[in-house]
């Protein structure tokens, strides 16, 4: 709470800073020879800039900080039959101390000695905030002093306003970056640490997939084993169902409304057909497992087949639906972009329209129609809330599309919902399998824009 | 030349006859491709009607809910074992008791052990807590009988909404003869009705489902939203002026724009990972917390914000540029007095858009943890309610889906409900600001 007043006050200040610093330099107007610069509003930026930006950035990072060394003055203050405990315990142990010293309660009730230290941690954590409040101050001061000084006819502030400003957009732009770096170093890493108990040939090759873990030495049954093909090969087998609805279903309702529809039928059928793409995964997969599952089922007993109650068709055909928008609106860029010249010449030599669309539309549009369905395809296998809902938890290993399969986004929730230890290979392998989600995606990614990129220069 | 003329004719006609048989067959198929266009979309329109008219029908139950009538006395040593009316000495105070006593004047008739408390779990679990309530929140109460409309327990509620058959046999449904004939009694004695369900929107999660609630997932959903826009808003338009306006060609330009394609196309339970790996795993920062799932959510919709931004800055005509700049504007001028405004509705409309795509995300917030069983709201927004546990109303959804009780389905249904009315607004409010502001140059 303290930080948001700290932060109002450092808005204050900047406020009053730039009034100072604007009124300064009309002063400076009314001098001698009166010509200025950067316009007064300039130099009270510039002041504004110098109160507010240091002293906030100082702000963040101790914000970020003091917890870290609060732990460490904690530890050190431990008595030291606590610092010798094990790993869990000792974690255990910190967030008891950290509960207590938030007044929240605590796994068991506390000793003497964690008491002590919770207060230890809340005294800690009062002058850390009265020492912060304070250096802030003083920097926000300094940097008025810094800046007000600097006033003068010839201070180019618009220039330096700009500059800081522009250091912020290009700070802005660089945060794309930093998460893709994010993911990938992350991911990468908590999977080394998974290929260091788990051979990475058995992840890639091995066909046996159950990460339960045996929680005690002496406990049976439970090894697991974590060989990814199952999850893939389920992955791979609702994406191809989804597919098998969106693309055809898409692809013709984008010919429709591109070439046949009138406008006013456009008008009205597009935007509902974007509805799907609105209507949030979690909706879709309650839908799929509260109606398309049974449906399913018991169209399937009716014909006599032998249908499971969570199988791989309910939960790809929902995707379908899911994703035909997004085939449908890719490929209606992509077909309007083909010439129209193409089309005239078609229809000069007496080609029907659908001759025309069959016959040179299509394949002048085909690049970029695949590209559409390779974003479709890496969107479905990143899908994560129809299956999570609709498809089973049972890694089988079978292509029938009938039977409950389990998906690489299925197991990646399960395993890292509920308890866990951070440092499990159950844990662990769920970072492995989203790296290897995203490395598929990512692939799938950069192939489709390079088509697309391609497809373009072709026809502008 | 006779035979020439007689074969011609001949050939003519079969070769016109031909042609016509062939163009016949080319409009055939001319017309089934233009039907198979329409079936395409027939499809997807009868899908999305099944989808909404489903939810609609199993959902518009839930919000009302079926309330029992029971005349309750506030024995004073009971309720206040205290005396002196405070609200610690009501929370000793053994309501549950008021309540049975309560209920046995009901049923006067009702015998045995077991009997007792079958006719006392035909009122809602909670209901103790709810007389508790009534008194801390008007003490005058003590001492007083007072008739009381109580929630149904969710089997009772089902039955009175008709999703339990009453004619099935015995074994087939959740609910007994006897207790349908103790529920026949009191509703011949006018004691049941149907009242709007204020608690499905002032409550939070409860295992109860006639108790359980959408309050603490939406106040935890407003929270994250808060988070994700203020930082995703000012983060997006920067990069994008920066990429649209300032940026020179070069490979960097290049690989940052790279980068925000393809991080438009990453699953986002991959952000999910990021979250848990680096906010939580490096950063310490809180489970559960809005905070954490605001910045998933925000490097999510990062993306598309800049894309959106991207697309309308480019929209404003260089003229309008090249003016300010000849009047003697640097180049941020021309850009924040000039082209920033002119392309405002265009970014908020994608900054809406972005949003309500950030409002029905699940997958990314189960990965850090925002599935918890959240009774309590979290606090306000300046009052540490950012660093509480807390879930969204998508994950909300998600956990009612699980839950085993009939009842449940049509809350989770209820609670998509005015999940996609909060998106329609969303999107509304997106297209009038569209069609209202935007310009065509």
Known sequence: ?460 | MTDITVERPADQTERAERSARLLKKRHASEFRFKLYGVFAILVALVVLVSLLTTIISGGYSAFYQTEMQLEVTFTPEKVDPKGDQSEASFKKGNFLSVFKEAVQKTFPDVTGRRDKKAVRALYSPGSYLILREMVMEDPSLVGKTVKVWLPADDVVDMLNKGFIDRNLPETDRPISDKEIAWIEKLEKAGHVEMAFNSRFFTNGNSREPELAGIWAALKGSFLTMVVTLSLTFPVGVAAAIYLEEFAPKNPFTDLIEVNINNLAAVPSIVFGLLGLAVFLGMFNMPRSSPLVGGMVLALMTLPTIIIAARASLKAVPPSIREAALGMGASRWQAVSHHVLPLAMPGILTGTIIGMAQALGETAPLLMIGMVAFIVDPPGGLFSGGLTDAATVLPVQIFLWSDMPERAFVEKTNAAIIVLLSFLVVMNLLAIVLRKKFERRW
């Not at chain 1, 007044?103 to 008491?115: H, P, Q």
């Not at chain 1, 905030?129 to 000084?149: C, E, N, Q």
């Open chain 1, 1 to 460: 709470m303290s930080i948001w007043i700290l932060f109002l006050i450092l808005l204050g200040l900047a406020i009053t800073g730039y009034i100072i610093g604007r009124q300064r330099a009309w002063q400076l107007t009314t001098g001698a020879n009166g010509i200025i610069h950067s316009r007064p509003g300039h130099h009270g930026m510039y002041v504004a800039i110098w109160v507010f930006v240091p002293a906030t950035l100082i702000a963040i990072l101790s914000v970020a900080l003091v917890p870290v060394f609060a732990t460490m003055s904690v530890v050190s203050a431990m008595p030291d039959h606590m610092r010798d405990l094990s790993e869990g315990a000792f974690s255990l142990l910190l967030t008891d101390i950290r509960n207590l010293a938030g007044g929240n309660a605590t796994s068991k009730e506390a000793s003497a000695d964690v008491v002590a230290l919770a207060q230890h941690l809340v005294a800690y954590r009062e002058n850390a905030k009265i020492i912060l409040s304070v250096v802030v101050l003083a920097i926000a001061g300094a940097g008025f002093a810094f800046a007000f000084k600097g006033i003068h006819p010839d201070l180019r502030a618009r220039n330096r306003v700009e500059l800081a400003i522009k250091i912020f957009l290009i700070v802005c732009s660089v945060i794309a970056i930093i998460t893709t770096l994010g993911i990938i170093l992350s991911l990468v890493f908590e999977s080394f640490l998974f290929f260091f108990k788990v051979s990475i040939f058995e992840f890639l090759f091995g066909l046996h997939w159950s990460p339960q873990t045996a929680l005690r030495a002496d406990q049976a049954g439970a090894s697991g084993s974590f060989g990814s093909i199952p999850l893939f090969v389920g992955t791979l087998l609702i994406t191809f169902i989804a597919m098998c609805v969106a693309v055809p279903v898409g692809l013709l309702s984008a010919i429709y409304l591109s070439d046949y529809a009138s406008d006013r039928i456009r008008g009205v059928v597009k935007p509902i057909l974007e509805i799907l793409a609105g209507i949030p995964t979690v909706v879709y997969g309650f839908f799929a497992a509260l109606t398309m599952a049974p449906l399913i089922r018991n169209t399937g007993e009716a014909l006599g087949l032998d249908v499971a109650s969570e199988s791989a068709l309910a939960a790809g055909v929902v995707m379908g639906v899911m994703i035909i928008p997004f085939v449908s609106s890719l490929s209606d860029d992509v077909i309007n972009s083909v010439p129209q010249s193409l089309r005239e010449a078609a229809f000069g030599l007496g080609a029907t329209k659908s001759e025309c669309l069959k016959q040179v539309v299509l394949p002048a549009a085909l690049p970029g129609i695949f590209a559409a369905v390779l974003l479709a395809i890496s969107r479905a296998i990143g899908e994560t809330m129809i299956v999570v809902m609709a498809a089973g938890l049972g890694a089988n290993l079978t292509l029938n599309p009938l039977e409950q399969v389990t998906t690489v986004t299925v197991q990646i929730v399960s395993l890292l919902t509920g308890d866990q230890e951070f440092d499990s290979a159950k844990t662990l392998s769920a970072f492995a399998l989203g790296l290897m989600l995203f490395i598929a995606t990512l692939t799938m990614n950069i192939v489709a824009l390079r088509v697309v990129r391609k497809y373009r220069e072709k026809y502008d």
